[in-house]
């Protein structure tokens, strides 16, 4: 029988288990019943396994025939890859300026759409440089969540009525991929929209 080397198991298993007699389950999942420690443990031996003790409040303990490394090994697979398989949602933002230009404009839109379809929110912001709408439809697109913010400089404070009428078409142009979560906002000299993606059935 392989002898447990960890100094404190998480269970206890073999010669470690104190009780002086427990209700065995044999390696297949089959009730063998109450019987001695010893005849558990060459039970056990026989199988070339290990005894471990599943149950503890139980009287008498509970105990089963098993391969204790490779349930321990088995159990840490399935944690991984429980992490593995948790999506965590970011915001991604992209930038607008007062004026953007119909081809900036379209790329910002096609970033948003990849960061909604990856489930990540997307925030917009209006400040307006750059390749905006390309960038936002990737975003939407990779399941992020969009930030659209639009940033006003100077004069164009006064016109702030071009930059809502910029993100209504940005919320139109993204409806497919996802809806607005947080409706446009001034924080500062920005205006501020986030975008969440639609949920995947």
Do not use: W
Not at 7 to 30: C, H, T, Y
Not at 176 to 186: N, R, T
Request: charged share 35%.
């Amino acid at each position: 029988m392989r002898q447990d080397k960890r100094a404190a198991p998480k269970a206890p298993i073999n010669e470690n288990i104190s009780a002086r007699e427990v209700r065995l389950i044999g390696a297949d999942g089959e009730q063998i019943g109450i019987v001695s420690i010893d005849e558990a443990l060459r039970i056990a031996e026989e199988a070339k396994l290990d005894l471990v003790e599943i149950s503890a409040d139980a009287v008498p303990p509970v105990c089963r025939v098993m391969d204790y490394g490779k349930s321990i090994f088995e159990k840490k697979k399935q944690v991984a890859a429980a992490k593995k398989n948790q999506k965590q949602i970011q915001v991604k933002e992209i930038k607008f300026r007062p004026g953007t230009e119909e081809g900036d404009y379209q790329v910002k839109l096609r970033n948003l759409v990849r960061f909604l379809s990856d489930g990540d929110r997307a925030k917009v912001s209006l400040r307006f440089r750059g390749r905006v709408l390309r960038n936002l439809v990737r975003f939407l697109s990779d399941g992020d969540r969009a930030k659209v913010s639009l940033r006003f400089r100077g004069r164009e404070m006064a016109h702030q009525e071009l930059g809502m009428e910029l993100l209504k078409r940005v919320e139109g142009d993204l409806l497919e991929y996802g809806s607005v979560e947080q409706h446009p906002k001034m924080e500062g000299r920005q205006l501020i929209m986030v975008i969440a993606p639609k949920k995947k059935k």
